[in-house]
């Protein structure tokens, strides 16, 4: 079994466990990530203030726009990476960019594929924050979903 470019979060004891079950297995080195960021797949993991963070700044940087609807695909491939790894914000505007594809696949894929590039630039600067959870009291967890998927497309 061949399993390539995994990123495990844990603290230090369940690091331990990680690192000496993996001395079973040839790896790849790994790494702590101290001040230092981790580069990841085309992901910067780091600490920031304490808290660890996780973005694709140079992945969306690189994003352009569109003149033909035959550049949407891949458009929306790299907009689907960067939404599944750091950026789940940006996700409603992939899937308007395939219900464009599957309507008409002309003007309307271009403008959902513009209107994705101009929104991951315009909020480049948001991370993903992974936050401690303090387990000893109660623990609530609030969920929220949006059955109406590909309908808010302002935020």
Known sequence: ????????????????????????F????????????LEFNGVTVQLLDGTLVSHQRQKIQAFKLISDASEALSMKAKGLFVSTCT?????SRVQGIETSLGNDGGEAAVKAT???VKYAKRTTGRVLKFVSLDLSGDLRVVCFSDAAFNVNNKG
């Open 1 to 24: 079994m061949l399993v390539d470019d995994t990123l495990v979060f844990a603290d230090s004891e369940t690091g331990k466990l990680e690192q000496e079950a993996a001395t079973k």
């Open 26 to 37: 040839p790896h790849k080195m790994t790494d702590v990530i101290s001040k230092t960021p």
């Open 87 to 91: 950026r789940p914000d940006m996700l």
């Open 114 to 116: 513009n209107d994705m």
